[in-house]
């Protein structure tokens, strides 16, 4: 088989390149049981790069079917809530969950392996580090799959929901400036991840309809949203010569991060400095003093992408694509009136 060659792949073709015997290649095919598991993925990730030109599988899906929920990341209270709430709104229709989760999976290549699994019916893809265009040819051989929290502006139509980042943030920096705040940090997520653009701008807003103007050195973003990299980042912006009087943080973890670096700077919250932080998750009500954040419908969105997916493999056409579910400001002890001299 040369490379570039369109015509179809035979069985001796992918046996050639997975390097196994036309036996092997055949049990797969055939969905035979007596194969091992990292052989099966082998013959699968072929077949999804070589698309329409593999072999097809025989048989038919099995009755049972599962879906497949990537969620390449550790289960925290976040992540685990999105799964927990997927898996349970599945349950009812017949369906399970086949998981891929944790930071290794970030490496492993699945997508182009789906539409040839007949034990996969279609996918939730939770915050998906894939580029798009992986997005697209996965769109493109009409496998059916919903995102959620999608990490870069979804695809047309691609199917994807999300939370109003924009919305939520822009709460949060309002009520900062109603208790007089105008010289505000943002402690900000991956520049790269669309919920951390969203949320900047959201943060913004409020500060332009006031009339302050932005000032870059105010800023300072984090290849990942934790708490250690949120502790470091606002240590930096505590150390400014003319430190802010509020910090936003990405998400609640980063806040706590900044709570801690306030703490080792002798500055009480919410009487030297507030502290803001998004998503609402167990920690930002068990720490001292409980966060002031943004909650986002977590459940809500596990269970809309399973609504949507099953619509899908229903056969029916969805009447919006792209959903953002509202946010919540929830105000607690870590904010409060800017401190006057």
């Known amino acids: 088989m040369k490379q570039g060659d369109e015509t179809k792949v035979t069985v001796r073709d992918l046996a050639a390149v997975t390097g196994l015997s036309i036996a092997t290649v055949s049990r797969v095919l055939n969905d035979r049981a007596n194969v091992a598991p990292g052989t099966r993925d082998r013959v699968l990730r072929a077949m999804g790069d070589l698309g329409e030109r593999a072999p097809r599988r025989r048989g038919t899906r099995t009755q049972a079917a599962g879906v497949f929920v990537r969620c390449p990341y550790v289960l925290t209270d976040y992540f685990g809530l999105i799964v927990s709430a997927v898996a349970e709104a599945l349950e ?181 400095l507030s502290v803001a932080g998004f998503d609402d998750i167990d920690l930002g009500s068990a720490c001292d003093p409980m966060l002031t954040t943004v909650r986002q419908p977590l459940g809500e969105m596990g269970r809309m992408a399973v609504h949507l997916l099953l619509r899908m493999l229903g056969g029916h056409r969805l009447d919006a694509l792209h959903l953002e579910l509202a946010t919540e400001l929830v105000v607690r002890d870590s904010t409060g009136p800017v401190k006057t001299v």
């Open 92 to 272: 009812p229709h017949g369906l399970h969950v086949i998981l891929n989760a944790g930071t290794v999976a970030q490496q492993a290549r699945v997508l182009p392996t789906l539409p040839a699994r007949r034990d996969v019916a279609g996918a939730v893809l939770i915050l998906p580090p894939e580029p798009g265009a992986e997005l697209v040819r996965l769109r493109d051989r009409g496998f059916p799959f919903v995102l959620v929290d999608p990490r870069i502006s979804p695809p047309r139509d691609v199917a994807a929901v999300s939370a109003a980042h924009f919305a939520g943030a822009r709460a949060l920096t309002a009520h900062l400036i109603e208790l007089g705040h105008r010289r505000i940090g943002i402690v900000g997520g991956p520049r790269d991840w669309l919920a951390s653009d969203n949320r900047f701008h959201g943060y913004l807003a409020p500060l332009a309809d006031a009339g302050v103007l932005p000032d870059p050195g105010l800023f300072r973003f984090v290849a990942e949203p934790t708490t250690g990299l949120g502790h470091r980042a606002a240590a930096e912006l505590l150390d400014l010569p003319d430190r802010p009087t509020a910090l936003l943080a990405f998400n609640d973890k980063m806040a706590i991060g900044a709570l801690r670096a306030a703490a080792e700077r002798g500055l009480r919250v919410p009487h030297d």
